[in-house]
């Protein structure tokens, strides 16, 4: 497959993972944080991790839009589909993320009528095809999948569909990473920067991380060898006693981003004061709800929902892995309690969450010595 | 939903309310894809796509820039000399 065995090569991998070998000072631990789901599933699909020298640690970031969608949201969700004649429309991850009191898929047994679809553009299909009843679209995800929702608002407007309502759930991912810098619980060396959340909003948005909090980071693709080379570009940056904005992923990344997209989004979305996420609490900020034009179609405004803050189960503990805290096996219910099939958190739910990975990848323990 | 492979527009069209479709092929599978944000893409380019979305277009000059940068870090290594290779049996070998 073009553009993608290439960055697959065994041989080449080996060379990269030697060449991350002589970067590093021993008695040095490295903290490097992938913010991207999607590279925490390759790091642990391909066995990153055990390429890389003991003392250079990998930490999971926020970057997974099922995993900080917090239970008061999802409560919230339910209670949207079980509104009479109601047809609640998500994302299939969604649907097994457990609330205070089941899940939607429980909703979806108890009689509520649930659908998955693969893009809003579907839910919009399903509002247009149904015009005697109201569709809600349940949106989740960072600056990626913000652009779909709006342009399927914008659409929706300009052909007046009247049914068609969205509970926005979108987030941002500066604010987040900048609370994980503010936070005492985590030192961390260097980032992973998420590759597909820059094709949106470009490398801009990172500058802040070495200019502010002195940290390198590497934009960096999914392949193994793009985050094989992040590694080694922020090693590098280490060794030198540089700091700076890098692209690993710039055959994908431009450096301002989709600038349409962004333009569409501003217009459907405004910043919420402040957005909760799991295990993370409140931050300022970083939730994106529907504009005062599109009032009509938000579904929190046009319907009542409990809008109750659920704390996450005790047991759970998806806020510590959420921000690398703790490994998703030094979880307490890791394997046991909590598995695919059956998950208490949502990290085990979402194909990008790390526990998933960490379970779907055989890694149910893994203790490392540090030189 | 970042998991995200190149997709190769393999045909393209515009419809009647003037949305710009495309069909993408995916490793073998094919997408209808939306190009309102990428409205240039060409059959033969490959993009990346969210949620029905195209939203980047590869470039594949920059492909060929990274996969050469990788092969001179194992040429160019720290010490100039030949690239460290970790072995295939690395995994059970001790910390250094």
């Known amino acids: ?371 | 939903m970042c998991l995200g492979i190149p997709g190769r527009i393999v045909r393209r069209w515009v419809q009647d309310d003037g949305a710009i479709l495309a069909e993408a092929d995916f490793a073998g599978e094919l997408r209808t894809v939306r190009l309102n944000y990428l409205p240039d893409l060409q059959v033969g380019d490959f993009t990346i796509v969210h949620a029905g979305f195209a939203l980047t277009k590869l470039d594949p000059d920059e492909a060929a820039r990274t996969t050469a940068l990788m092969r001179d870090v194992g040429l160019l290594g720290p010490e100039g000399d030949e690239p460290l290779v970790v072995p295939a049996d690395w995994i059970d070998r001790p910390a250094p």
């Open chain 1, 1 to 371: 497959m073009k553009h993608v065995d290439e960055f697959r090569d065994p041989a080449l991998g080996q060379v990269l993972a030697g060449e991350i070998l002589g970067l590093v000072e021993p008695g040095r631990h490295y903290k490097l944080m992938e913010v991207c789901g999607g590279h925490t599933h390759s790091i642990y699909k391909y066995g990153i991790d055990d390429l890389l020298p003991a003392n250079v640690e990998l930490v999971h970031g926020p970057g997974c839009p099922v995993c900080v969608i917090p239970m008061g949201r999802v409560d919230d969700g339910i209670a949207l589909a079980h509104e009479p004649d109601v047809i609640f429309t998500c994302f299939g991850d969604m649907l097994r993320v457990p609330g205070s009191d089941g899940t939607l898929l429980d909703a979806k047994a108890e009689g509520a009528d649930i659908r998955m679809v693969y893009s809003p553009l579907d839910a919009l299909r399903i509002a247009k095809a149904n015009p005697d009843r109201p569709v809600v679209f349940f949106a989740i995800g960072f600056e990626t999948t913000a652009p779909s929702t709006a342009l399927t608002l914008k659409r929706a407007k300009a052909e007046g569909v009247k049914n068609f309502f969205c509970m926005c759930n979108h987030v941002t991912i500066v604010p987040p990473l900048r609370a994980l810098l503010d936070s005492p619980d985590l030192r961390l060396d260097g980032f992973i920067g998420p590759g597909h959340v820059s094709t949106v909003v470009g490398v801009r948005p990172f500058e802040f991380i070495p200019t502010e909090y002195g940290k390198p980071i590497s934009v960096a693709g999914f392949e193994p060898l793009d985050v094989l080379h992040a590694i080694h570009m922020i090693l590098t940056q280490l060794k030198e006693g540089r700091c700076e904005v890098e692209n690993q992923y710039a055959r994908v990344v431009p450096y301002d981003g989709n600038p349409r997209a962004l333009e569409v989004m501003s217009e459907v979305f405004e910043l919420r004061p402040h957005f909760e996420w799991r295990g993370m609490g409140f931050i300022s900020q970083s939730g994106l709800k529907l504009s005062e034009a599109y009032a009509d179609m938000d579904a929190e405004i046009q319907y009542s929902v409990p809008g109750i803050r659920v704390a996450d189960p005790k047991a759970c503990q998806c806020g510590e892995v959420l921000k690398g805290v703790i490994k998703p096996w030094e979880c307490k219910v890791f394997g046991s309690g909590c598995t695919p099939e059956r998950p208490i958190g949502t990290c085990m739910v979402s194909s990008e969450g790390a526990c998933a990975a960490y379970y779907n990848y055989g890694r149910f323990a893994r203790e490392r010595e540090v030189v």
